[in-house]
């Protein structure tokens, strides 16, 4: 019964701790401490937009993975990466984040009350609209394409990251 009961205690102490961790880091770091961002991160450091990304927020990151930047002509991506590209690349970046915290929850009660569709603003001032219907929740942005919402509501200490399959463009 004693081993029950430190065995229940040690899961939940990790568990929490685990828990607690997590909400100890910024979206940068979170984005920084999984593989599949890597790309994204590069691009952040890129941009110069670490520092503001790691403030006070709270941001709604919607965050393209690897496979997701895959899409885009090798040439291109490397071309944005280049220091005399930065102000595009800030402004494709910054198409990717909504001030204020935006939960998976909150963005399905805005796409009730919208009936399917709500239009958002981004950090750099953009607008892009997220829709939702019978296969999933989608950004749409300013081009007409779509990003399908793949996972949500990874919470960091100065908002949430929600993954994305496509790179959005401003």
């Given at each position: 019964m004693k081993k029950l009961i430190l065995t229940i205690t040690t899961a939940a102490l990790i568990l929490f701790s685990a828990k607690t961790n997590a909400q100890n880091q910024d979206v940068v770091d979170i984005a920084a401490s999984n593989k599949s961002f890597s790309t994204l991160v590069?691009?952040?450091k890129a941009a110069g937009l670490v520092e503001a990304l790691k403030?006070?927020?709270p941001f709604t990151v919607f965050a393209p993975t690897n496979d997701a930047f895959a899409k885009i002509d090798a040439n291109t991506l490397g071309a944005l990466l280049k220091s005399e590209n930065k102000s595009?690349?800030?402004s494709i970046l910054t198409y990717h984040v909504i001030k204020g915290k935006l939960t998976a929850k909150d963005v399905v009660a805005a796409?009730?009350?919208?009936?399917g569709k709500v239009t958002l603003?981004?950090?750099g001032g953009s607008k892009i609209t997220v829709v939702q219907n019978d296969k999933g929740i989608w950004l749409k942005d300013a081009n007409g394409n779509y990003s399908m919402i793949s996972k949500t509501?990874?919470?960091?200490?100065?908002?949430?990251?929600?993954v994305i399959d496509s790179v959005v463009m401003p």
């Open positions: 590069t691009a952040v403030g006070e927020g595009k690349l800030t796409l009730k009350k919208g009936k603003t981004t950090l509501d990874i919470m960091a200490s100065n908002g949430v990251i929600h």
